[in-house]
């Protein structure tokens, strides 16, 4: 999927796309992990595989040094799944680790895929990364 800098952006957060997870895309650091967790829904929605591995804590179950095989996992799913929608249910903040729970929209083969999860993100060098997540039942 492609974008104009102008299109809303997919995240949800009422601005333009070149105004928000663009700036994360094209190298800024998220200042929050709520950015961040929007930058990479953004991300893989639009296929930037670089984007979501570099973002991705060592610490993740999907961590791997072989970058080749795990760019092809995350471009097998996106370019298998729409990602209709996003939205943010409740924000943790913290200094050093955040939690962000969210539902992400999505349909593969025209089969509703939606989650809730709640994500753990890690702040190291001055900079958020996606740990791991549970997924939740909505509204807990």
Known sequence: ??????????CNSKKKYKHCCKIYH?????????????????AFALNLSKYIIKTTHTLNKDYTSNISSWTKDIELFTLNTKFNN???IKVINGEKESYITFIAFLEQNDEDISFCEKSRFLKENNEWLYVDGIFIEEGK
């Open 1 to 10: 999927m492609k974008i104009s800098p102008n299109t809303p952006c997919l």
């Open 26 to 42: 094209n190298g800024a650091k998220a200042k929050t992990a709520e950015i961040l967790m929007r930058s990479r829904f953004v």
């Open 86 to 88: 996003l939205k943010i």
